[in-house]
């Protein structure tokens, strides 16, 4: 394992940074600088092309923009990013940075927040976090155990995009990484799928991940497709409908139990939203159907939910629903009570499901030596270098 660090203390940016706003929100900069209206949409168009087409680090990079803008410009704003504070290159070639956000005052050091990166022959997807914390309290899950600090906004979010696609060169002109463990190469993106499965619960923070969605998606950007772009949730079922409608994402359900009293133990949301409702709400997921699946992620949790009635029950349960079925193997995390099932246990599960006409992939767990598997993001600076100086 292989691990960056940078200085524990970060300057206050004066300047605000135009990266990760959203289409109104550099309109909304132009006119804070007195730009007449009439430039307004263009010039945000021009801004729009070089921070996520480019990725442009530099104002006087944008040569179709005269010097004398560019100039003001610079006065006035920043393109920074936000800091990567500590990066852990996992065996297996997972990515995990530990980013610190611009602050926002003097007073304000910047949240932190953890983003993986997972490198396969054919994508790259990248799991980002949506919150600082979470506020769940699933019993099964290390990011769990961090108290919720805030939502992070539309531009953080992503910011987190454009940090990764430009530590794996992914923007033109872009340098690759000398490790050889990023694939890239003529036609290859090495972001090219996002999951909302880091830190926080996506949906409690809807408006932000909503707009960053719309960021994420436009094709004269970042341009990553709608269908490569999943939202994985707990389980708020108000919010499940309006993201269907406003933002056309994938969907995953965090789900890890087939009735109400286990998934009451292990996800605590349930007892606010039970099963029941949840099901109908995935029937009725705007765009849902056989080509867009909504995907059940399910932990493999030791004598916990693993038997064979328990998958008998799984195919009962979401019998109707296009679905697909993702096989966790827990993840294991330090003060943990659970334990990962048996392979043997798994593959049965698995043949029982599968058997009943659902995809159903064991997910091969990917960073565990460098805690960024699933449900292992925790984003406490101490406890990661603590845990850095432990392996030296």
């Given amino acids: 394992m292989d691990q960056i660090t940078a200085e524990t203390t970060a300057p206050v940016r004066a300047l605000p940074s135009l990266v990760g706003l959203t289409r109104t929100g550099l309109a909304d900069a132009l006119r804070a600088i007195e730009v007449p209206e009439r430039e307004i949409r263009m010039r945000a168009g021009q801004l729009w092309h070089w921070i996520y087409f480019q990725g442009a680090r530099d104002f006087s990079q944008m040569l179709n923009i005269a010097k004398g803008m560019r100039v003001r410009l610079a006065d006035h704003f920043s393109l920074a990013r936000p800091e990567i504070m500590a990066e852990?290159?996992?065996?297996?070639?997972?990515?995990?940075?530990?980013?610190?956000?611009?602050?926002?005052?003097?007073?304000?050091?910047?949240?932190?927040?953890?983003?993986?990166?997972?490198?396969?022959?054919?994508?790259?997807?990248?799991?980002?976090?949506?919150?600082?914390?979470?506020?769940?309290?699933?019993?099964?899950?290390?990011?769990?155990?961090?108290?919720?600090?805030?939502?992070?906004?539309?531009?953080?979010?992503?910011?987190?995009?454009?940090?990764?696609?430009?530590?794996?060169?992914?923007?033109?002109?872009?340098?690759?990484?000398?490790?050889?463990?990023?694939?890239?190469?003529?036609?290859?993106?090495?972001?090219?799928?996002?999951?909302?499965?880091?830190?926080?619960?996506?949906?409690?923070?809807?408006?932000?991940?909503?707009?960053?969605?719309?960021?994420?998606?436009?094709?004269?950007?970042?341009?990553?497709?709608?269908?490569?772009?999943?939202?994985?949730?707990?389980?708020?079922?108000?919010?499940?409908?309006?993201?269907?409608?406003?933002?056309?994402?994938?969907?995953?359900?965090?789900?890890?139990?087939?009735?109400?009293?286990?998934?009451?133990?292990?996800?605590?949301?349930?007892?606010?939203?039970?099963?029941?409702?949840?099901?109908?709400?995935?029937?009725?997921?705007?765009?849902?159907?056989?080509?867009?699946?909504?995907?059940?992620?399910?932990?493999?949790?030791?004598?916990?939910?693993?038997?064979?009635?328990?998958?008998?029950?799984?195919?009962?349960?979401?019998k109707g629903i296009p679905a697909k079925i993702n096989l966790i193997p827990f993840n294991p995390w330090p003060g943990t009570k659970f334990e990962c099932s048996d392979w043997e246990t798994i593959e049965r599960f698995s043949d029982i499901v599968f058997d009943a006409g659902y995809a159903s992939p064991v997910r091969t767990p990917r960073g565990r030596d460098i805690l960024a598997a699933c449900g292992q993001l925790k984003s406490e600076t101490e406890k990661l270098r603590a845990r850095a100086r432990m392996v030296e």
Wanted: aromatic share 4%; proline share 6%; charged share 20%.
């Fill in 88 to 318: 852990q290159v996992s065996k297996d070639g997972t990515r995990k940075w530990l980013m610190r956000m611009p602050p926002t005052s003097a007073s304000d050091k910047g949240a932190e927040i953890e983003c993986v990166y997972i490198p396969e022959s054919d994508r790259g997807t990248l799991c980002v976090s949506s919150q600082v914390g979470c506020t769940l309290t699933c019993t099964f899950c290390h990011t769990g155990t961090q108290k919720l600090v805030r939502n992070l906004t539309t531009q953080e979010i992503v910011s987190q995009v454009v940090v990764a696609r430009d530590r794996l060169g992914d923007f033109p002109g872009g340098v690759v990484p000398g490790d050889g463990i990023v694939p890239h190469g003529e036609g290859v993106r090495a972001v090219s799928n996002i999951v909302f499965m880091g830190m926080g619960e996506p949906l409690y923070n809807f408006d932000n991940v909503r707009d960053a969605l719309g960021v994420l998606s436009d094709g004269e950007g970042l341009s990553l497709s709608k269908r490569r772009i999943t939202v994985s949730t707990a389980g708020v079922v108000p919010q499940i409908a309006p993201l269907g409608e406003e933002s056309g994402s994938m969907l995953a359900i965090s789900l890890h139990a087939t009735n109400d009293d286990l998934r009451n133990a292990l996800v605590p949301l349930n007892k606010k939203y039970p099963i029941a409702e949840l099901m109908e709400a995935c029937r009725t997921y705007p765009g849902v159907s056989n080509a867009r699946r909504i995907t059940f992620e399910y932990v493999m949790l030791k004598g916990v939910n693993d038997t064979p009635a328990e998958a008998r029950a799984l195919v009962r349960l979401l």
